[in-house]
């Protein structure tokens, strides 16, 4: 049964400005609590790009603030954020989840190589960081000749779930994760969902920014609804219709 914990991430009066200064995220509120998923849903373009980027310390907050396990994190870096436990899978992996031309072993440190574990400060310590990329590799099945095989050999999908692995094969406190199963084939989509549920079991908060009805539907335990830059609705996962969700997401909710 769903049973929450305490309040993770914290999002109060959050207001986010797009590239043109034009207001992307206009004063929301919302709550992620250990071991629940919380989705937003909504057509693409309705301010969730820019809500994910605020959260994870990629763009700037224009007002409100954000706070994890009651820390103000408002103004916080990306590394700051991966420092306190918080997990970021992009919604592009091409142009910010990985980098092409590196192995999958340079992949899965981007985020944590600067670490006393990776490097000495002056050079990394390529036996540990082959250690660990092997390791992930085997425990998320990512398919791959080798660890040294480049990122851009790979599917979409053991792209995608190379991505994973380096934000989820740590200890985490919370994910975030924003159209983590885009285009994938079905069998990574399952592998990666099952993937986020036991990491909810585990304690972990989860919050997934998804167009895909249907992968709301499926893992979340509450469904919040964006519309142009505003929380149009919410709902309890098993009482919520397709009708009614559907309706916030054209702005007609209630």
């Known amino acids: ?38 989705g937003i849903a909504g057509v693409q373009g309705n301010g969730q790009t820019e809500l994910v980027e605020a959260l994870t310390g990629l763009r700037p907050v224009a007002g409100g603030r954000v706070t994890f396990l009651g820390k103000d994190i408002t103004h916080a870096s990306a590394r700051e954020e991966h420092r306190l436990g918080i997990a970021h899978i992009p919604e592009d992996r091409h142009r910010s989840g990985m980098i092409a031309e590196f192995n999958v072993a340079e992949n899965m440190i981007l985020d944590c190589y600067y670490e006393k574990r990776f490097s000495s400060g002056v050079t990394l310590r390529w036996p540990d960081v082959y250690r660990t990329a092997a390791r992930n590799v085997a425990d998320f099945d990512v398919r791959t000749e080798s660890i040294f095989s480049l990122a851009d050999h790979l599917s979409g999908g053991n792209q995608q779930k190379m991505v994973v692995a380096r934000e989820m094969a740590r200890d985490i406190k919370l994910l975030i994760a924003a159209q983590p199963t885009r285009g994938l084939d079905v069998g990574s989509i399952e592998y990666i969902h099952k993937r986020m549920i036991a990491a909810r079991d585990a304690g972990v908060g989860v919050l997934i920014v998804s167009t895909e009805l249907d992968e709301i539907l499926s893992l979340c335990d509450r469904i919040l609804v964006m519309f142009r830059g505003r929380i149009a609705g919410e709902f309890e996962a098993g009482k919520a219709t397709i009708a009614e969700i559907g309706l916030a997401m054209a702005g007609a909710g209630p």
């Open 1 to 38: 049964p769903f049973s929450p914990g305490r309040a993770l991430l914290e999002a109060h009066r959050l207001k986010v400005v797009n590239e043109r200064d034009e207001v992307a995220v206009g004063g929301v509120d919302f709550t992620v609590r250990e071991s629940e998923v919380v």
